[in-house]
């Protein structure tokens, strides 16, 4: 199971994300341009010494990335789907594609995927922070599969 990051905007989003894909056993796809410099500290700081045990893959570009993963199904997470992630059957080799924080993705992009799902929310909110996205949607891709750690 992998987590693709399309553009990420906050250093400290991509660090939490890469924390909670080496405690789960998950890599990280990072799709540029990014919205900070690779080496900013805040990445660190938020992946803190969890970041030597997450596989991290940088594509200079959403076409580099789709070739890259092959035949690996592309499950996009986003506010403007109608089907609830929990009712969604994720397999085990599926990479969950987030947007930018600002803006999601592209219409190029959401074109493309295999599927579109959303975490369901109350209707008085916009969304959930990209992290915290990250980590519902990859405990229940992998509770589903059967491939949740230890």
């Known amino acids: 199971m992998r ?5 990420p905007e906050i250093a400290g989003n991509v660090g939490a994300v890469m924390r909670t894909c080496a405690c ?9 341009p990014l919205g900070f410099p690779w080496d900013d500290r ?3 700081r938020a992946a803190m010494d969890y970041i030597d045990h997450v596989e991290v893959v940088r594509h200079k ?3 580099a990335f789709r070739e890259a993963i092959g035949e690996s199904r592309l499950v996009l997470f986003t506010t403007r789907a109608t089907q609830s992630s929990y009712d969604f059957e994720y397999r085990a080799d599926d990479v969950l594609l987030f ?3 600002s803006a999601g993705v592209t219409d190029d992009v959401r074109a493309s ?3 579109s799902v959303r975490l369901p929310m109350r209707a008085e909110v ?5 992290a915290t996205s990250a980590a519902i949607a990859l405990t229940e891709a992998l509770r589903q599969t059967d491939t949740l750690p230890g």
């Not at 987590?3 to 553009?7: D, Q």
């Not at 789960?24 to 540029?32: F, R, T």
């Not at 916009?126 to 990209?130: A, T």
């Open 3 to 7: 987590i693709a990051l399309f553009e």
């Open 24 to 32: 789960m056993g998950a890599s990280v796809d990072l799709i540029e």
């Open 42 to 44: 805040r990445v660190r």
């Open 61 to 63: 570009s959403f076409t």
């Open 99 to 101: 947007g930018k924080e």
């Open 113 to 115: 995927v295999d599927a």
């Open 126 to 130: 916009r969304s959930l922070n990209l």
